[in-house]
């Protein structure tokens, strides 16, 4: 770690304090700050993840709450047609992409300060930066490859990589962005043609994944955002959770688990060697897996990078987790109740990454690497981002190891967020992918 590096990271564990990146302390002092920083946050953490409850969620503006009234309409109408109840991934489903009313169909501010939640391009253009250097060292491997960003939210990240890779002379030829939200279309569209108005006509919008695709494909937080299935253990069987319209409200429902679900929870239990135990209540994605599977399909020679939250399987599925990875975001809040406020909050569930590294191998992929964000932008060039730090004005030093420490300390994103690298046909894998390899945890 060199010192623009680490005086960032000193100055990160400080917790925001202005702090002299001269006197950044020695190298014991910083492993005992980032420890200390590491057991404080993230405990503080995982109990704000489990406990914190909707009571205290703010109230939405009137018409947030008007448009919830009328997603929640919708979600009845289909509850009726049903028969009294629909799979929560049905639910998930239309809350989030129902035409023109979903969370990510209508017209919401959603990401960043003004929105719902932050993610890692919205937190610091660092992030873009060291991807797209690592997506300059995949591209030489591949003939003709292009760039395939998929779930572009605002465009930021878009916009990050695509002035990285204009800087580092490696800009591709095409830089595809797939995205299923028209209104989401609609306004990267604009902010691209805005922002880089002399390489948008090298970007093109797809509504689904090119036949063939060879280059890098790139997905933050897209996984998560993938609707799941919620669970109880019986013990005499599985029962799926399904959401029901009870006295104004949506309140969770049981019936007996489609062969599909029983058959997913019994591999759960295979691939951990236990057996859960009776109330036992978690979520299980049958869509990432197939989401894996057509990418796969699609993808000729290349490497795709996902990033998002999550763990591995037994971590998933460990006994002190017994309600689930469920995380729901309003206006910067995160609580575990998904049935409030449809429509204008986000559902999200964590990724269970060995089911993610499963469906690719079975897919015809290889395991690129597996690994935290801290590790993958430490390994992939963040202090290469960082030079010049100490040369700028403390306000600059202040805000740029904010955002630092965002992405990568262990109790912000920089553990409970990973990156699984899916490749084919690359011969050389991208540096940052040889730096502190967890594959073998999956
Ligand atoms: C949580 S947002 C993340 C946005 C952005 N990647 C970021 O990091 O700020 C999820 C994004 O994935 C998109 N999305 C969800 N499911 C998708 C799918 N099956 N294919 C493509 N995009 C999808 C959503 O519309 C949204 O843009």
Known sequence: MDGNTRAVFVQACHNSRAYATGSAGDEENFVVECLFWHVIIHKDFIAYMQYEQPISLPQPDEISARHSVLVGEHLQQKIEVAGGSISFAEFMHEALYASELGYYSAGSTKFG???????APEVSVVFGRVLARQSAEALREIENGEILEI????????IDMLSALETLDSLPQRYNILEVSPDLQDRQQRRLGEELPHLVDRIRWLSDLPEEFDGVVVANEVLDSLPVE????????????????????????????????????????????????????????????????ELARSLGTGIAFLFDYGVSRREYYAPDRSDGWLRCHFRHHAHNDPLVYPGIQDLTAWVDFSSIAGAAVDSGLEILGYQTQSQFLVGGGLAREMEGFTELPLEQQVKLSGEIKTLTLPGEMGENFKCIALGRGVIETPSALHFADRTQTL
């Open 151 to 158: 779930g572009a939210g605002s465009g930021k990240l878009a």
């Open 230 to 293: 919620r669970f109880v253990r019986r013990a005499n069987g599985v029962a799926q959770l399904c959401v029901a319209f009870e006295d104004g409200a949506f309140v969770w429902k049981e019936r007996e688990a489609t062969d599909r679900l029983a058959y997913a929870v019994a591999s759960v239990e295979a691939d951990t060697g236990t057996a859960l135990t009776d109330g036992y209540t978690s979520e299980v994605s049958l869509a990432a897996p197939a989401w894996v599977s």
């Open 113 to 119: 300060a003004g929105g719902d939640f932050i993610t």
